[in-house]
């Protein structure tokens, strides 16, 4: 497939007022999003009456080529003698297009890291004291220490251990593009459309499959599909940093079984007064409220779009 900037300039600016710019008020710029589905058909129109034999004309179509009548407006039926399809063209993909979803394969935990506590017997807190090395909620052994001290503080863990998946989302509703009717001319009719017997509301025109140039007396090439897609960039996540973790505090016991408890400090960064002043520490349980959230990143762009069973469609 060629490169869509020449697909967008020949499908926007290239169309001249003998080719294919819709007659109606109702111009295919403005016809944008009509519907995800270009499937649906209008109720067939009466049959065009068809009585010449194929000849000249016909056998004078380029190599390649089949006759289709084409409304650009999307705005006319066709015959019921004729086989009618409703394809998209002039499909682009502004901003919007795609989207990034974020999924927590394992989510964070708030009760894993070092724990530095500071200490003094006035509100500076200002001495380093024990490092505490917090695996979870349970009961662990206090580090060798002095007493507690009048004073303490220390800042809360943050999240951490969590994963997380960038999802790209493809938004097919904010995708631009047009609805055509093109409609086949069947082999009873073929030279009598050719010489100018076109069903009202149609233009004469002629189809080949893939990207083509026009043929010599043509106008510039339309390229239509059945359907579409697109690609999306890829995303990535964050699932710890968007995280944060809430009410945390430190039970202190006097014994390693954690069942003589001193003192709960609130561990919000504060200097804190220490109920417990003067007892030996020898266990502690830290604990904290997990609240999760999932930030999505990334370019979140479109590319490689694609029309499916693309054709080329060229007018008189």
Known sequence: MRAWPALLFACSCGIDESGLIPTSSNDASVKDVVSDS????????????????????????????????????????????????TVVWNVTTPDGTCDCGCTVTKPPVCDVGSLQRYTSTDTSCGTTGVLLNVNGSGCTAYPPSNSLSAYAKSSPLSPSAGTCTGDPIKNRSAVARNLATACTVPATCAEQFCGGDVPGGFQSCIQAAGEQASPAGWTTPLFVGDDYNFDCSACTCDVNGASTCTGATLDIFGDTQCTNKLVTMPIDGNCDADSAQGKDPNGFAYHATLAQACNATGPMTASNLQLANERTICCK
């Open 38 to 85: 270009p499937d649906a058909q209008k109720e067939a129109a009466p049959p065009q009456a068809c009585s010449v034999d194929t000849g000249a004309c016909v056998a004078s179509l380029p190599p390649g080529w089949e006759l289709v009548a084409f409304d650009p407006s999307n705005e006319s039926a066709c015959p019921s003698n004729y086989a009618s399809a």
